[in-house]
């Protein structure tokens, strides 16, 4: 079973509006943290957010938010004020906490957004 | 301060021969990971480097493939007798620790491996 799902291959937005990318996880630990990175055409992949499993609120990093349902498993990423230069692939990933390969990041198929003049 | 360096950019090499791939981590960065990730995909783990414990090579996909890192420093890729399934772009990460959840690992740019 796929660890990290993310459903949209390709979304667009228009410049200045709020988007979506959607995110659902599968995992049995209690302790893990979801990331999300932006991967632009130049091929470096740039973390944007962090949402560990027990914290209670929402994570924010300016535009970015992070809409973490736990009884859900979904941590969709929503970018506020899009912008031309947030046209880029867009990765969900998922460090567990515990058990073998607690350390590395299993990582989405992404979601390719490209933001509209 | 300097990111996470890899080289060469670029390798376009014929199928059958060895490359070696490069990896320079930030500086006090004691963790190291290895990725692939082929086109239109997202990354696969290979390996993981960890001070001086031994590495995690559970993502490594075949035999072939194979890599060392010099104490906290410098890490080698080596992929023998290369295969048009192995072209890819490597990514090679850092972070400070790697033993907790919340580590945040540090990308280099890559190197895109091209077997003819």
């Known amino acids: 079973a796929q660890k990290i799902t993310q459903t949209q291959p390709g979304m667009f937005v228009q410049e200045k509006e709020a988007v979506t990318l959607d995110c659902t996880y599968d995992?049995?630990?209690?302790?893990?943290?979801l990331f999300w990175y932006k991967q632009p055409s130049s091929g470096e992949m740039i973390f944007l957010i962090y949402?560990?499993?027990?914290?209670?609120q929402n994570a924010t990093e300016g535009r970015y938010s992070l809409n973490f349902q736990k009884a859900r498993k979904s941590a969709n990423l929503v970018i506020s004020a899009s912008q031309l230069g947030d046209s880029a692939m867009y990765f969900c990933?998922?460090?567990?906490?515990?058990?073998?390969?607690?350390?590395?990041?299993?990582f989405g198929k992404g979601t390719k957004l490209s933001v509209i003049p | 301060g300097a990111g996470v360096s890899q080289s060469p950019s670029n390798k376009v090499t014929e199928k059958g021969k060895d490359v070696e791939l490069r990896c320079d981590p930030i500086?006090?960065?004691?963790?190291l990971y290895w990725y692939r990730q082929r086109l239109g995909q997202g990354l696969e783990f290979l390996i993981y480097?960890?001070?001086?414990?031994?590495?995690?090579k559970s993502g490594l996909p075949s035999d072939r493939f194979s890599a060392e890192r010099t104490g906290e420093s410098v890490s080698t890729l080596t992929i023998q007798r290369t295969q048009q399934e192995d072209s890819a772009v490597y990514l090679c990460?850092?972070?400070?620790?790697?033993?907790?959840?919340?580590?945040?690992?540090?990308f280099g740019p890559g190197t895109r491996l091209t077997v003819l």
């Open positions: 500086s006090g960065h004691t963790a």
């Open positions: 995992t049995s630990d209690q302790s893990y943290g």
């Open positions: 990460a850092s972070s400070l620790e790697g033993g907790r959840v919340f580590d945040e690992q540090f």
């Open positions: 990933a998922m460090r567990e906490g515990s058990g073998a390969g607690s350390y590395q990041l299993t």
């Open positions: 949402q560990g499993s027990y914290d209670e």
């Open positions: 480097f960890q001070g001086n414990s031994a590495p995690d």
